[in-house]
């Protein structure tokens, strides 16, 4: 597309919520100009065909949708959906000898007797009804706010009204909770995992950042639920960025933007393309990608970044696999979250092994097939012979531990998780996995080094840095998007209230900037 000289709002970068901002500044008549490295939108919020020759459309780094609001949504026109998941999770253990589990899900009768079957009574079924009718009231009351101005630290502790919740939350380390409220390993671990998704922390880490990641994980669309993105998580993008062009913005791909010079009321951007460089000018830039890469682009100190810890896998299957626990059907033991080597003590070994520096002895991780709930990432040939997808997200693997040899370290990683979830299978993984044109396996890794090479997401961090609490603190601004600088703004993950797909930064930088056109206007 024809970049012109100057525009109302320059974004740099064109992930999903540089897409959503661009989208309502020009559904609000601003004249918008999209700037993407890479020769496609999305970011991390993409769907590809990574298998030579195999028909299978998959969401390539992220692929639940929860944080995303139903208001971008509709404020945007999406022709967007997502499906519900009929079972939470199931987390497979052995107990007296033999194979066991827990299976959350398919109506309350049921689940109350799995965890029965389980604990050998109702304690920890009412305990974990009584934990998450707490944790949804709070999501009740806190998922509204993240679209509307930032607020106080005692406005939202007001908003929640409940003082345990806040104790819980906000205050002291969650696993004083776990433990206080839980008494089976297993169940202590399963409530655990959402602190520690994409975040390297131990359950009583005094930084809270553990909180921080598990508030996010059950707050989600007021509920906690995490949904299957009909299509996969491309369909998402690409629905944005049809609303954005549909809207007038601009969307040039394979423009990289390297500097932003502003004196607080106009911007000029450089650029880059395979035929030299650019200048275009804008009263604002909004700047969809990391702390530090907006530190470089503004040519300021960058802050120290934040450390990835997580193993993505990709896989295809010819057939999803027989469990070892005969009792539950691998079509809904792989529909929800599929938990591996989750129990309390093992995330904490898992934990302290990688803080030592070295690959956990039982790497943690947890799985789930998107063609159970939503098979139209599959082509018609795959569906008729019963393919099915499997999502692996891997815990407590920190950058630093492949920082000597990446190739090397996820190869090791990668088979030693595999036998984690082997040890739950009654056939070898490896049986099950179908293979591309060129006869390799339909398996694919990504470590925290990858995705810092791919997406720039600085030490592979898939937050951009740790995430904060949903309110105001010192220098978080007004929307918790500002900058240094008046007229540039962080619309990415990094920003307050960010992380995850959903949309809000790049929803709360519009507003800021429509605010700003108000005041002037005014």
């Given amino acids: 597309m024809p970049v012109h000289e100057g525009y109302d709002a320059v974004i740099v970068g064109g992930g999903h919520n540089g897409l959503v901002a661009a989208a309502y500044l020009a559904r609000a008549g601003r004249s918008v100009l999209v700037l993407e490295r890479l020769g496609n939108t999305g970011g991390a919020a993409v769907s590809t065909r990574p298998f030579a020759g195999v028909d299978a459309r998959l969401s390539r780094y992220s692929y639940l949708v929860s944080l995303l609001p139903r208001k971008i ?3 945007l026109s999406l022709d967007f959906r997502v499906r519900g998941r009929t079972v939470s999770s199931y987390t497979p253990v052995e107990r007296d000898g033999r ?63 409940d003082e345990e919740a806040w104790r819980v939350l906000f205050e002291e380390p969650v696993g004083v909770a776990v433990e206080e409220n839980f008494s089976d390993d ?95 000018a804008a009263r604002h830039v909004l700047v969809n990608a990391s702390p530090q890469e907006l530190a470089t682009l503004t040519g300021e100190a960058a802050p120290t970044p934040a450390e990835g810890a997580q193993l993505k896998v990709n896989m295809l299957l010819k057939r999803l696999p027989k469990l070892r626990d005969s009792s539950v059907d691998p079509r809904e033991a792989f529909s929800g979250t599929f938990h591996v080597a989750e129990g309390y003590e093992q995330l904490a070994t898992a934990h302290a092994q990688a803080a030592a520096g070295r690959l956990p002895d039982a790497p943690p991780s947890e799985i789930y097939c998107h063609s159970l709930t939503d ?148």
């Fill in 375 to 522: 098979a139209s990432i599959l082509g018609p040939e795959l569906v008729e012979q019963g393919y099915q997808t499997l999502t692996l997200f891997g815990l407590h693997t920190p950058a630093r531990l492949f920082a000597h040899d990446n190739d090397a370290v996820r190869a090791e990683l990668l088979k030693s998780t595999l036998a984690q979830l082997d040890a739950q299978l009654a056939e070898p993984l490896a049986d099950c996995l179908a293979t591309d044109a060129d006869g390799r396996p339909c398996i694919e890794a990504k470590t925290p080094l990858d995705l810092e090479r791919d997406l720039r997401l600085p030490g592979g961090n898939i937050f951009h840095r740790d995430l904060a609490f949903p309110y105001a603190q010192e220098g978080t601004g007004r929307w918790g998007v500002e900058t240094a600088h008046a007229n540039v703004l962080l619309c990415g993950a990094g920003a307050v209230r960010g992380g995850g797909v959903s949309g809000v930064p790049g929803h709360n930088a519009a507003m800021a900037v429509l605010e700003e056109d108000g005041r002037r206007e005014n």
């Fill in 99 to 161: 194979p066991t589990g827990l299976l959350v899900g398919g109506g309350e009768r049921r689940t109350r007797e799995a965890f029965r079957r389980l604990t050998g009574s109702d304690r920890e079924y009412e305990a974990w009804q009584r934990f998450y009718g707490m944790t949804g009231r709070v999501a009740q009351r806190v998922f509204p706010t993240l679209t509307e101005p930032l607020p106080t630290r005692d406005e939202l502790r007001g908003r929640i009204d």
């Fill in 186 to 280: 297993l169940v202590r671990g399963v409530v655990l995992t959402d602190a520690l998704i994409g975040t390297f922390a131990d359950a009583h880490d005094p930084s809270l950042r553990q909180n921080r990641c598990f508030l996010y994980h059950v707050i989600g669309g007021g509920t906690g639920a995490w949904d299957v993105p009909v299509g996969g998580m491309g369909a998402l993008t690409d629905a944005i960025a049809g609303a954005a062009r549909g809207a007038g913005a601009v969307i040039a791909t394979g423009h990289e933007a390297i500097r932003v010079e502003t004196d607080g009321r106009t911007a000029e951007v450089t650029y880059r393309t395979a035929d030299g460089e650019g200048v275009v």
């Fill in 73 to 75: 949504v509709r404020d």
